[in-house]
């Protein structure tokens, strides 16, 4: 069975630190990958997507992330995190010959300290 | 509010009690999911409608639990003789899928049920 493990529960950090969250998936064959933020009392929205073509992928609020399809992984990062980036983010995964079943990792959340 | 919108936002029930929850997908997106998420976890994926049509459940649906999707457009999740373990943050999605923008998934707030 398909799953998505996000490694950091839990990630504390200084304004203008940099910041990356691991994410791992075990399906071997095509996939699309997703992450998704939940800021503190709003519903979860798309940070960013991969589906084909380059493996480095820019989301919004200067987020990024990087396939490497060798590893499984889809990690997210950004250079200098801010206070408002303080939420629980997901790492979500389709399998390209079912897409409609997500597969979530179980978050991390983070605290950006002022 | 163009997305996705869910009701009731708050259900506190009895055990052996029966809930229905509604979930209004953006319009026009043919595929509409639901999701079960417990603090601490991610949302696990329950069933979803393309259209009306059920094409998938997930081993955690019960037969307690039954979805709908009458005419392609609301759905409505229903759960008979709640169970503790039923206390959980049911939430919703919608994309307009096969139509050439992805299979990101559009939320809503998901409503929270409380079984007591």
């Known amino acids: 069975a398909q799953s998505v493990s996000q490694h950091n529960h839990h990630v504390i950090l200084s304004e203008a630190a940099s910041l990356e969250l691991g994410c791992n998936y075990s399906?071997?064959?095509?996939?699309?990958l997703f992450w998704y933020v939940q800021y503190p009392g709003q519903h979860l929205q798309l940070l960013l997507k991969y589906f084909s073509g380059d493996p480095l992928v820019k989301g919004i609020k200067g987020f990024e992330a990087e396939f490497i399809k060798s590893k499984f992984s889809f990690n997210l990062r950004k250079p200098s995190v801010q206070w408002s980036d303080t939420a629980e983010y997901f790492c979500a995964v389709i399998q390209k010959t079912n897409a409609g079943k997500s597969t979530f990792g179980d978050g991390t959340t983070l605290t950006v300290k002022p | 509010d163009t997305g996705v919108s869910q009701n009731p936002r708050h259900k506190i029930t009895k055990r052996g009690q029966n809930v229905t929850f509604r979930c209004d997908p953006i319009s026009e997106h043919n595929r509409l999911y639901w999701y079960r998420q417990t603090l601490g976890q991610g949302p696990e994926f329950l069933t979803y409608?393309?259209?009306?049509?059920?094409?998938?459940k997930s081993r955690l649906l019960s037969d307690r639990f039954s979805a709908e999707r009458p005419k392609g457009s609301f759905s409505t999740l229903e759960i008979q003789r709640t169970e503790q373990g039923d206390s959980a943050m049911y939430l919703c999605a919608s994309n307009p899928y096969g139509t050439g923008e992805g299979n990101e998934q559009y939320f809503g707030p998901g409503t929270r049920l409380t079984v007591t």
């Open positions: 399906y071997g064959g095509t996939v699309n």
């Open positions: 409608f393309q259209n009306e049509a059920q094409l998938e």
